[in-house]
């Protein structure tokens, strides 16, 4: 019984460790199924050689996805889409990895530094708030925010990060198309180094998102790259007396 349909030719170098033969694709997804397709060591059979990578790359992090977000990539790819195709490997980082940001880079000069998350929640309810009027028709999957607190005169930050489906052909790609939007100059994609697009730069933001996140209006910024990756952040409001008390 084949497991894996397609198979990698291997691309080995003179100096690659494991020239004289290596396990077959299936073996390696049995391993991987095992370990209920542990992010951490498809990352470190990544950097064994270049066929490892492939495998990962479009088997070992296809699957990852498939158990960490099922409903998410079944939508994903339904009606013909095909936006994950290629790009497994940064919807797996994206799914359990919080960029943060570094000072001078996407926002300026606030400065936390990235870090793994063990679960996060994408929602399709909650990525429409995200989308201008125009665009409401558009399907955008947004994470819950992971919160960092008490980060000086930034106050409480709270990082989120999303994909759209069918990017390449939606509503919010034409728009900025159309608004002749600019490219970050020197900041790539975390997840894909695609290029990104300022959402708040040309006024895309409505004001329903700051209600979503749970922030002050006008405090939310996101970016979205040629893939359709979001990688954005708003300042959270304090807790109230009533909300602190129902917490306690």
Same mark, same amino acid.
């Given at each position: 019984?084949?497991?894996?349909f ?14 004289? @033969? ?10 991987? /199924? ?33 158990? *960490?977000?099922? /409903? ?5 790819? #339904?009606?013909?889409?095909?936006? $994950? ?6 919807? @797996?980082?994206?799914?359990?990895y919080?960029? @943060? ?10 400065? $936390? ?10 929602? *399709? ?13 558009? $399907?955008?999957?947004?994470s819950?925010?992971? =919160? ?13 990060r ?24 020197? =900041? ?6 695609? /290029? ?9 933001i409505? *004001?329903?998102? #700051? ?12 970016? $979205?790259?040629?893939? @359709? ?7 959270l ?6 909300? =602190?008390?129902?917490d306690?």
């Open positions: 019984m084949v497991l894996v397609k198979q990698h030719r291997c691309t080995h170098s003179a100096s690659c460790i494991c020239i004289k @033969g290596h396990l077959s694709e299936d073996a390696l997804y049995l391993v991987f /199924k095992h370990m209920n397709w542990n992010p951490r060591l498809i990352a470190i059979l990544s950097c064994v050689c270049k066929w490892f990578d492939e495998v990962a790359k479009q088997v070992l992090w296809k699957e990852f996805c498939n158990a *960490r977000a099922p /409903k998410m990539m079944l939508d994903l790819h #339904s009606g013909g889409s095909h936006i $994950v195709d290629g790009n497994w490997k940064a919807l @797996g980082k994206l799914l359990i919080c960029n @943060g940001c570094t000072k001078g880079g996407l926002f300026n000069n606030i400065h $936390v530094p990235g870090h793994f998350v063990f679960r996060t929640r994408f929602s *399709r309810t909650a990525g429409r708030s995200f989308l201008p009027l125009p665009c409401k028709s558009d $399907v955008l999957y947004v819950d925010p992971c =919160e960092h607190l008490d980060q000086g005169e930034e106050g409480d930050l709270g990082f989120f999303g994909i759209f489906k069918s990017f390449a052909t939606s509503r919010v790609k034409k728009m900025l198309i159309e608004k002749q939007a600019r490219f970050h100059p020197t =900041e790539l994609c975390p997840y894909c180094k695609a /290029k990104l697009w300022n959402m708040f730069q040309e006024n895309m409505p *004001r329903s998102a #700051s209600a979503r996140l749970g922030a002050y209006d006008d405090s939310v910024e996101y970016f $979205v790259c040629l893939n @359709g990756h979001v990688i954005g952040l708003g300042t409001l304090p807790l109230s007396d009533s909300e =602190e008390a129902a306690e």
